[in-house]
Every structure is written in structure tokens, then in C-alpha cells.
């Protein structure tokens, strides 16, 4: 298995465009963030995400780069609903006392402008905190403070086996 690793990497970089080499450079520094475990997960790795966690939020911000784009050359919507989804996973998470865990149950997301500019920076909120459920909403806002969307979601406490 290693051997195919190294010759579809070899591979990809004989054959890659500056443009492509600075988005391999992305991916790779981003899966050594998880390796280094300053990111938790290879998606938090990959997408470069910084966190800050209080009681009553969290913050999370996404440098924009090429790797995130879609075909229009604008932040992918998948994208936007990920950063979205982990800022409001990792917010219900961290308020839940041990053995307990938060999975997303429902995402509601209504995209109001294009992902463009430096950075995206998603803020998340606790609306309710039940025994079995959570509702939390999150605004993602654009490097140049155009809010681009509006989030709600709903999670489900389950015991962590």
C-alpha cells in the first residue's frame, strides 16, 4: 500500500500546475495539523479551522483558499454547511458532561451570499438546552463582514458507548 501512495503522489506532482501545487501544499499541511493534533479531525485539518469555545458560543474561522471553491470559483455550499455544522457540533459538545455526546439531527441553512474574501467565520449559539435535545443557530460571516449565511440546527444527546 505504500508503494501506491508514493507513485499516485509522485504522480499527481510531475503532472500538477503551480495553482494545483499550492492546493496539495493546503491539503497536506492541513493533514499534518490532524497528525500534530492541533486539529481534532482531518476535515478540521484540512480546512484549516480555528476555534474558540466559551459557555455561550463558538467561533470558528476557515481561511478561504482554492481547495474550497466550486466550479463558479466561489466558497462550495457543502463547504459553508460543514464549517456550520462543526461550529455548532463542537459548541454542543463541549457544554455536555462526560460519557454524553451531540449528533446533529436536522440543518437548517438558508445561504444569503457568496463565499469569497480571505476567510469565513462561523458563530454559533445555544437557543435551547433539553435532556435529549439541543437547538443551536450560527450566523457565517465573510472576511469582509457580509453576513453569507444563516444557520438553525437540532442535536440529539446520546450516550457515548
Known amino acids: 500500500m505504500n508503494n501506491q501512495v508514493k ?3 509522485e504522480e499527481c506532482l510531475a503532472s500538477s500546475s503551480p495553482e494545483e501545487l499550492a492546493i ?5 499541511r ?10 481534532s479531525s482531518y476535515i478540521g485539518g484540512l480546512l484549516h479551522m480555528e476555534r474558540k469555545i466559551k ?3 463558538c467561533e470558528l474561522t476557515v481561511p478561504i483558499s482554492p481547495l474550497l471553491h466550486n466550479s463558479l470559483g466561489i466558497v462550495h455550499g457543502g463547504i459553508t454547511a ?3 455544522d462543526s461550529a455548532m457540533g463542537t459548541l454542543a459538545n463541549s457544554i455536555l458532561p462526560d460519557g454524553f455526546g451531540a449528533v446533529t439531527s436536522q ?3 438558508h445561504y444569503l451570499s457568496v463565499g469569497k474574501g480571505d476567510y469565513l467565520q462561523c458563530k454559533a449559539h445555544i437557543d435551547h438546552k433539553g435532556t435529549k435535545t439541543m437547538v443551536i443557530s450560527a ?3 465573510r472576511s469582509d463582514g457580509k453576513k453569507i449565511a444563516k444557520a438553525s440546527g437540532s442535536f440529539f444527546i446520546i450516550r457515548k458507548k
Do not use: C
Not at 24 to 28: G, N, P, Q, R, Y
Not at 30 to 39: L, S
Open 7 to 9: 507513485e499516485l503522489f
Open 24 to 28: 496539495l501544499e493546503t491539503v497536506l
Open 30 to 39: 492541513g493533514f499534518q495539523k490532524k497528525q500534530k493534533n492541533i486539529n
Open 55 to 57: 459557555e455561550e458560543y
Open 82 to 84: 460543514t464549517i456550520i
Open 107 to 109: 440543518l437548517n441553512i
Open 139 to 141: 450566523d457565517v460571516h
